[in-house]
């Protein structure tokens, strides 16, 4: 079953970024990396996905329905932090969820307890926001994600400048909800090895296009580590740019 399906999207702006006809699907239960040196599309992408700006030309389906078309009913279960996860250090854990609720009028009170909860933070739910790590912030910001109980969260660079004990909490807590409670995760990342401890699938991103698409237990080999073989990937495609780049240049 596709959760998420994403057909021939483009989308460019007028410095001639973006994407560019990106097609991928993801099947529940699936962890979903996509990576990607930073400007190589990934947050435009996911962007797109959640509704925040419209393509130029393909269409995104999520559980059957048209993000563009039928907004509310696509985005009806699904969770996402973008760019960045923020929350009010003067507040509790607690009363920051309090607060993202609101946007959820038919949520039960009982939800924001579940919530920190499958994240580890029950226990510090009344301290403030102020004294915590960067990684008990981040999972407080998956917490928030989590709220409307969704079956799909899409996570934008979720161990982005956390330490390794931060970064460690964040991949272990992912696994466990989609392990457990059959959440699927598109995650961008451009630290390779870090999403090669969770994700099952990868999809590659270069200059906007996603150049390689498949399993990560199918790269992986003795000899090549899932970076080494994503960077080699990417510098093959680079110099294939340069050499049509010269035959372009000699032609004219």
Not at 32 to 44: H, R, V
Not at 112 to 121: A, T, W
Request: glycine share 8%; net charge negative; aromatic share 8%.
């Amino acid at each position: 079953m596709s959760i998420l399906e994403v057909k021939e999207v483009t989308k460019l702006y007028k410095n001639g970024r973006g994407v560019r006809n990106v097609s991928f699907d993801i099947s529940k239960g699936d962890i979903f990396g996509l990576i990607g040196p930073n400007g190589a599309g990934k947050t435009t992408l996911l962007k797109l996905i959640m509704g925040l700006i419209r393509p130029d030309q393909g269409s995104i389906r999520i559980f059957g329905h048209c993000v563009s078309e039928r907004f509310e009913q696509a985005m009806e279960i699904v969770g996402c932090i973008i760019e960045t996860a923020d929350a009010y250090d003067y507040m509790s854990a607690y009363d920051n969820l309090k607060l993202s609720a609101r946007f959820y009028p038919d949520l039960p009170k009982t939800r924001i307890d579940q919530s920190l909860e499958q994240v580890g933070l029950a226990p510090y739910k009344r301290e403030r926001v102020g004294g915590f790590s960067l990684g008990m912030k981040q999972r407080l910001a998956l917490a928030s994600a989590l709220l409307s109980n969704p079956q799909l969260v899409i996570l934008d660079e979720p161990t982005n400048g956390l330490d390794m004990e931060g970064m460690v909490d964040v991949r272990n807590t992912i696994q466990q909800l989609a392990l457990e409670q059959g959440i699927t995760f598109l995650i961008s990342s451009h630290l390779i090895h870090d999403l090669s401890m969770i994700a099952n699938r990868i999809g590659i991103m270069h200059n906007g296009s996603l150049i390689r698409l498949g399993k990560v237990n199918e790269w992986l080999t003795e000899e090549m580590t899932l970076e080494q073989y994503v960077i080699s990937q990417i510098q093959a495609l680079k110099e294939e740019e340069d050499y049509g780049s010269f035959i372009r240049q000699y032609a004219e």
